[in-house]
Nanobody
Framework: QVQLVESGGDLVQPGGSLRLSCAAS????????MSWVRQAPGKGLEWVSD????????YYVDSVKGRFTISRDKAKNTLVLQMNSLKPEDTAVYYC??????????????WGQGTQVTVSS
């Protein structure tokens, strides 16, 4: 069965960095778009970033452009989100999501359990 397991969330000071990982199993990882989605306290889900199935194309919400980098390791079936210059408004639960297909923007069919990122001094 499909499993997505996130790790790497932590408490970090503003300006700091974190690296989130998502270990994927149960499907052909290299065939699907993968995404990061977050939910801040008391708010709805917010899409953060997509990466194409081959890894050559990446997409970001404006608020994280230039600070976050999404990548994928096909050999390890792992999705990564490198987050730099973190701000308090980045505080959220971050979810790894498997897209329905190989085209960006169709939607998600599986989610991980989430990992908490807290940015605070």
């Amino acid at each position: 069965q499909v499993q997505l397991v996130e790790s790497g969330g932590d408490l970090v000071q503003p300006g700091g960095s974190l690296r989130l990982s998502c270990a994927a199993s149960g499907f052909t990882f290299s065939s699907y778009v993968m995404s990061w989605v977050r939910q801040a306290p008391g708010k709805g889900l917010e899409w953060v970033s997509d990466i194409s199935s081959g890894g050559s194309s990446t997409y970001y919400v404006d608020s994280v452009k230039g600070r976050f980098t999404i990548s994928r390791d096909k050999a390890k079936n792992t999705l990564v989100l490198q987050m730099n210059s973190l701000k308090p408004e980045d505080t959220a639960v971050y979810y790894c999501a498997k897209d329905i297909g190989a085209v960006v923007g169709i939607g998600y069919d599986y989610w991980g359990q989430g990992t908490q990122v807290t940015v605070s001094s």
